[in-house]
């Protein structure tokens, strides 16, 4: 009967986890390049039921039958990487990548990935993020921009009308779910060299990427995860009610 | 990895606040629809994560202007200026320091010492490079041409030689046989250029600090100001008797203010979903 209650109170707590996540991806609808967080739950421990007939004379017959959960635990967070929906921006320095590639830029000697691509110039005309994260060529440099209007081409090489000034680095990742961790500020990390034969995509001028959050299904999910977690809640009470039930009535 | 009420409750809270933050810069954009030189903004939303609350929902990085170039229309005024392309026009601050413009609404005003200047409608005096060094007296009238030349319309005596013709209208020719030419002198309209007014530009004129009254400030983000003639590369030129229109499109404003006020239900709705969650574990033990 404890066992019950502990069941019913770790669903409590994982809907809990899940109702943050939710809330996460709520908060990132509007963000730029946002790959939302999805959850899975596992089954926690199980324990070995053992039968007792009741009585002492036979407690030599004790025997198994089966096992019993203890409840669910939260399992791996994954990313969902689809492609978000493409919006035309009409700023000649909004980039959006139709494909699996990410745009690589670097702060403090430390590289990052990202499908966020609303980029400016700094004061020092270098292509940067909105963080100031410099945006790297193929060579794995800062582009640095002329002071004129530049047209950026669908395999990211950036041109005026005389010369080619540099072309955008697109990277992209075999298993993008075991090879980058999020960090946050629209970013990933990279625990690995990028692939070379996964097809990066084409780049696109005047485009961002919006986040690849499903409404509808946000809000099915969150009725779920509420719901759920007043299920369990209503499995609590009732574990509560039996076990006040059986002390009062055994114990009177 | 522990999440709580209070953190869910925090990211709804922050939620609906940057929405609302973002529903602010919706609202100065469609109330400057019909501005002149007015660049659109838009609020940058970016993920958080921290240490602490592994998800910790979005926070807006910016608000970035968008440069984008405004449409021009004719006016017709004869003090109007639009720029097409790049750059900026400079205006003196009262302080000494200079802010920067896109709205061409200009005006010719007299300076106590009878002279004359050219004021930005903000009221204060545009930056002018005269080609005298000083302010023209207020006897002229000045006009403006295109590419920023400010000049006015002088009275010229000309000298022009004309074939001499006798009393009965034929022309006089000497031993030669050539034309006999005399010098007439007439009079005509001349345009001198008294000074031009010179376009300044940023690396990046989305950093630069918005003044209000149509200014614009430098900033360390936007880089360093540099000067130029309009009309010669990257500068923009600049159209006389026009004005450049607001960038803010009202379709794009209207659909991103739907976008906004369901981000915002959708909060509300999550805020809400888990107060009753909350509330059901308060009430777990009656």
Known sequence: MIKGLYAAASAMLVNLDRQQTLAHNIANIETIGFKQILTTLTDYEKTSVIFSPGNISHASKLYRIGEIGLGTDIGQETTDYTEGAIKATGNPLDLAINGAGFFRVRKDNEDYYTRDGRFIRDAENNLVTTDGYYVLDTAGNPIALPDENITIERDGTIRTTEQVVGQIALDAFANPNQDLTRVGGNLFKAAVEPSTEVEKGIIGQGYLEMSNINVSQIMTQMVMVSRSYETAQKMVVTQDTLLSETISRLGG | ?286
């Open chain 2, 1 to 286: 990895m522990s999440a709580s009420f209070n953190t869910i409750l925090g990211i709804f809270k922050q939620d609906m606040i940057l929405r609302v933050n973002d529903l602010d810069v919706v609202s100065n954009n469609l109330s400057n629809v019909n501005t002149t030189g007015f660049k659109s903004s838009r609020s940058n939303f970016q993920e958080v994560l921290e240490s602490i609350t592994p998800q910790g929902g979005s926070i807006i990085n910016s608000h970035q202007m968008l440069h984008r170039q405004g449409s021009i229309i004719s006016t017709g005024a004869p003090y109007d200026i639009a720029i097409h392309g790049e750059g900026f026009l400079s205006v003196l601050l009262p302080d000494g320091t200079n802010a920067y413009t896109r709205d061409g609404h200009l005006q010719v005003v007299e300076n106590p010492d009878a002279t004359l200047r050219l004021e930005h409608s903000s009221g204060y005096p545009l930056n002018v490079t005269w080609t005298d060094g000083s302010p023209p007296p207020n006897t002229v009238k000045i006009e403006l041409g295109d590419n920023g030349i400010i000049g006015h319309q002088v009275l010229v005596t000309k000298i022009i030689q004309m074939p001499q013709y006798d009393e009965n209208g034929n022309p006089v020719v000497d031993a030669n046989g050539n034309l006999v030419m005399v010098d007439r002198e007439y009079t005509a309209l001349e345009f001198v250029q008294l000074g031009q007014i010179n376009l300044t530009r940023f690396p990046n004129p989305s950093g630069l600090r918005i003044n209000g009254e149509n200014l614009f400030l430098a900033s360390e983000n936007s880089g360093e100001p540099a000067e130029g003639t309009p009309g010669t590369a990257p500068f923009g030129s600049i159209k006389t008797g026009a004005l450049e229109q607001s960038t803010v499109d009202l379709g794009e404003e209207m659909s991103h203010l739907l976008a906004l006020q369901r981000g915002l239900t959708l909060s509300a709705r999550g805020f809400q979903e888990t107060d009753k969650m909350l509330m059901g574990a308060i009430q777990m033990r009656r």
